[in-house]
């Protein structure tokens, strides 16, 4: 394997990034493609399933060049969660995919709340629309001729991974997305015969599970054919990457996760907090927040401020932000953090309020809802909090996250873990074991200020 590299793909929302990663853990070269999915009413969001294989494609002209001629071994890939693409026997799509911002299935979740108690409780994950599940019993009713035509219903990645190995088994998924469709049994580690019965469409349409490193063809990468392993879902590819294995990560770009490996599954009628399968084997719980770092991109854009500028004043106004709070909730929220209807705004201003105190408010706003998405789970044991993402990179940033959390954090410089983690996939694939570099950054110990614990209180009792 000397020289060799391994692919990593991460099939966003927004867009794709591919890593390549040699055998010492270093991403070596990288490419990115973006792509703007399709909103054909309010409230939907779906894609051509073409976007994704011709970002695919773009992408690997590009990262191949930059590796003048080293040797690709294999391909992992990465997808975002939830979601439903339905395909023929071939693989080919039969309409759009569906993807988890579509709200179109939120009359469908009626269908989960009837089901019995005990087999709600082993679904053990709050209801959302945007799951295969909820979406899979949409379509069975309003678009019957597409579910006819199907062979299966597949998570995104996994429709990406057969319009690349075409002739491979068509209905293959793999345990961290098929835990994320709300039609699979925490307690059982199945799928569920009560939740699939719930979404009205024949049981015949689910994949079968396999593990993420299992190769299941070919693709043609730089002139050779490469082995494609199944793969897995972005979130626990991000923990892989990191190599969290207890205590708390979080991730925050666009949006935020709060994940808590060795979560042990257990019934749940009424969650406020997930709970997925993760890539090893294992479980993570998590609290997923809609606005993270896009609530930031809006309080930028309204107070004309850079993200340097955004930055210089979270360090130039003081702690608590003179009063003011900021609530991130502008498309509303999932989860126990706050619900749909919820709005954002600033509250508590003066006539002496300045924008620097606005734009502290409204880091410490997010942080705030990071912290209490990190009660929801349960651990509050002062252990170092893992931080990823783009978001979180300034050093005034990672400050706030631990003075609000009260626990020491350190960010590590991981661009596209997704990716990452798809790459680290693919070597275990042909049994080869990489070690993903991951440049942490030092600790950043939690500075207690009174003035932050008040907005912190005032905060969480919506004053």
Do not use: C
């Amino acid at each position: 394997m000397t020289g060799g590299v391994f692919l990593g793909a991460d099939l966003g929302t927004s867009g794709l990034k591919l890593v390549a990663v040699d055998g010492a853990g270093a991403v070596v070269a990288e490419a990115e493609r973006g792509y703007a999915y399709d909103r054909p009413a309010p409230g939907r969001a779906e894609i051509d399933v073409g976007v994704w294989r011709t970002a695919f494609d773009d992408a690997v002209g590009e990262l191949v060049a930059a590796l003048d001629g080293r040797p690709v071994r294999a391909l992992g890939l990465s997808g975002q969660m939830h979601g439903a693409v339905l395909v023929d026997t071939a693989g080919r799509p039969v309409r759009p995919a569906l993807l988890w911002p579509d709200a179109r299935a939120a009359g469908e979740l009626a269908r989960w709340r009837r089901l019995p108690v005990a087999d709600r409780a082993a679904l053990a994950n709050p209801l959302v629309a945007g799951m295969t599940g909820p979406m899979l019993a949409w379509l069975a009713v309003h678009e019957p001729a597409a579910v006819a035509q199907a062979a299966a219903v597949l998570l995104p990645k996994d429709a990406l991974r057969i319009a690349l190995v075409p002739g491979a088994e068509v209905a293959v998924t793999d345990r961290s997305d098929a835990s994320a469709t709300l039609l699979w049994d925490v307690t059982a580690d199945g799928w569920s015969a009560a939740a699939t019965g719930a979404a009205g469409a024949p049981t015949g349409l689910l994949p079968v599970v396999r593990a993420g490193t299992d190769v299941v063809g070919t693709t043609p990468v730089g002139g050779a054919e490469v082995p494609v392993v199944v793969g897995g879902a972005d979130t626990p590819l991000a923990l892989l990457a990191a190599g969290t294995t207890d205590g708390l990560q979080v991730n925050l770009g666009t949006g935020a996760q709060v994940l808590r490996p060795g979560w042990t599954p257990r019934p749940a009628a009424e969650p406020v907090s997930h709970g997925y399968a993760d890539v090893t084997g294992g479980w993570y719980a998590m609290a997923a927040l809609q606005n993270g770092g896009s609530a930031w991109t809006w309080v930028r854009d309204v107070l004309g401020l850079s993200w340097d500028e955004l930055v210089a004043a979270v360090r130039d106004a003081a702690p608590g932000a003179g009063g003011v709070l900021f609530r991130p909730f502008l498309t509303g929220e999932r989860g126990g953090v706050a619900g749909p209807e919820d709005r954002g705004g600033w509250t508590g201003l003066s006539a002496g309020t300045t924008r620097a105190e606005l734009a502290r408010a409204a880091v410490e706003g997010v942080a705030f809802a990071v912290a209490a998405a990190a009660r929801s789970l349960g651990s509050e044991d002062g252990a170092p909090v893992v931080v990823t993402g783009g978001a979180v990179r300034a050093p005034e940033v990672q400050q706030v996250l631990a003075d609000v959390l009260g626990r020491p954090v350190r960010y590590l410089r991981l661009r596209s873990a997704s990716a990452i983690g798809a790459a680290v996939l693919a070597a275990r694939g042909l049994g080869v074991q990489v070690e993903p570099e991951r440049r942490p950054g030092p600790l950043v110990e939690p500075q207690p200020d009174p003035r932050l614990a008040d907005a912190a209180r005032r905060w969480a009792g919506g004053r």
